[in-house]
């Protein structure tokens, strides 16, 4: 991939309410996507992955993502958010590089649910 | 499994000293590992791929003689920001492969490091 983008850089969504968080990214190549959630102060934890088979993919938090490999795209979506959902979302790609995976990564999305 | 620590979670050192932040995997073996760093409300940058037992990559624009990778064993690798700057002060993340699960193309992060310089 030769970016990956997040449009929306901040999202603010009332409680309970249904999100998504866009993802794009421009390959020529097969790549393997990812979500990952970053809490304030906090290393990246991974919400969900798509490596191969079902397009659909699901996170035992509720969230679902799916690969779209037409539209080159990777997007985020939960029926109803809480607010501890708030934090800052990263999508991104893993593609080989000379023999070597890297990880590409947007530049975030930050999701604010409002009480 | 696949879990990932980084020591210390914070540093704060005076301008012109050097810090080392350590990078462990603890539940498997490393081959490779990763450094980033992330700005205020920014994303991610790759500084340098880390292999064991060889020379780290580092990326474009990134100073090999600043920000030293050794990456003696396979399940540590340490970053050493020599001779620190304030402008240097940023969150460092360190991430590795689980070659031994086959999952060569998916990375486990560590929590990151704060570092600020005074």
């Known amino acids: 991939a030769q970016s990956v983008t997040q449009l929306d850089s901040q999202v603010p969504v009332f409680e309970e309410a249904p999100v998504e968080l866009r993802c794009n990214y421009s390959?020529?190549?097969?790549?393997?996507l990812f979500w990952y959630v970053q809490y304030p102060n906090q290393g990246l934890q991974l919400l969900l992955k798509y490596l191969s088979g079902s397009t659909l993919v699901e996170s035992i938090n509720g969230f679902e993502a799916e690969f779209n490999k037409s539209q080159t795209s990777f997007h985020l979506r939960k029926p109803s958010v809480h607010i501890s959902d708030t934090a800052e979302y990263f999508c991104a790609v893993s593609e080989s590089f000379s023999g070597t995976y890297k990880y590409i990564f947007g530049t975030g999305t930050r999701l604010k649910v409002l009480a | 499994g696949a879990v990932v620590s980084q020591h210390p979670s914070r540093v704060i050192c005076k301008s012109g000293t050097s810090v080392k932040i350590e990078c462990r995997s603890l539940d498997f073996q490393a081959t490779t590992m990763f450094w980033y760093r992330q700005f205020p409300k920014k994303s991610l940058m790759l500084m340098a791929t880390?292999?064991?037992?060889?020379?780290?990559t580092y990326e474009q624009g990134v100073e090999k003689d600043k920000f030293l990778i050794n990456h003696a064993s396979l399940t540590l690798s340490t970053l050493t920001v020599t001779s620190a700057h304030p402008e240097d002060s940023s969150f460092y993340i360190c991430?590795?492969?689980?070659w031994g699960a086959g999952s060569y193309n998916e990375q486990f992060f560590g929590p990151g490091t704060r570092l600020t310089v005074l």
């Open positions: 991430s590795a492969r689980d």
């Open positions: 880390s292999n064991e037992g060889s020379k780290a």
């Open positions: 390959s020529s190549v097969s790549v393997y």
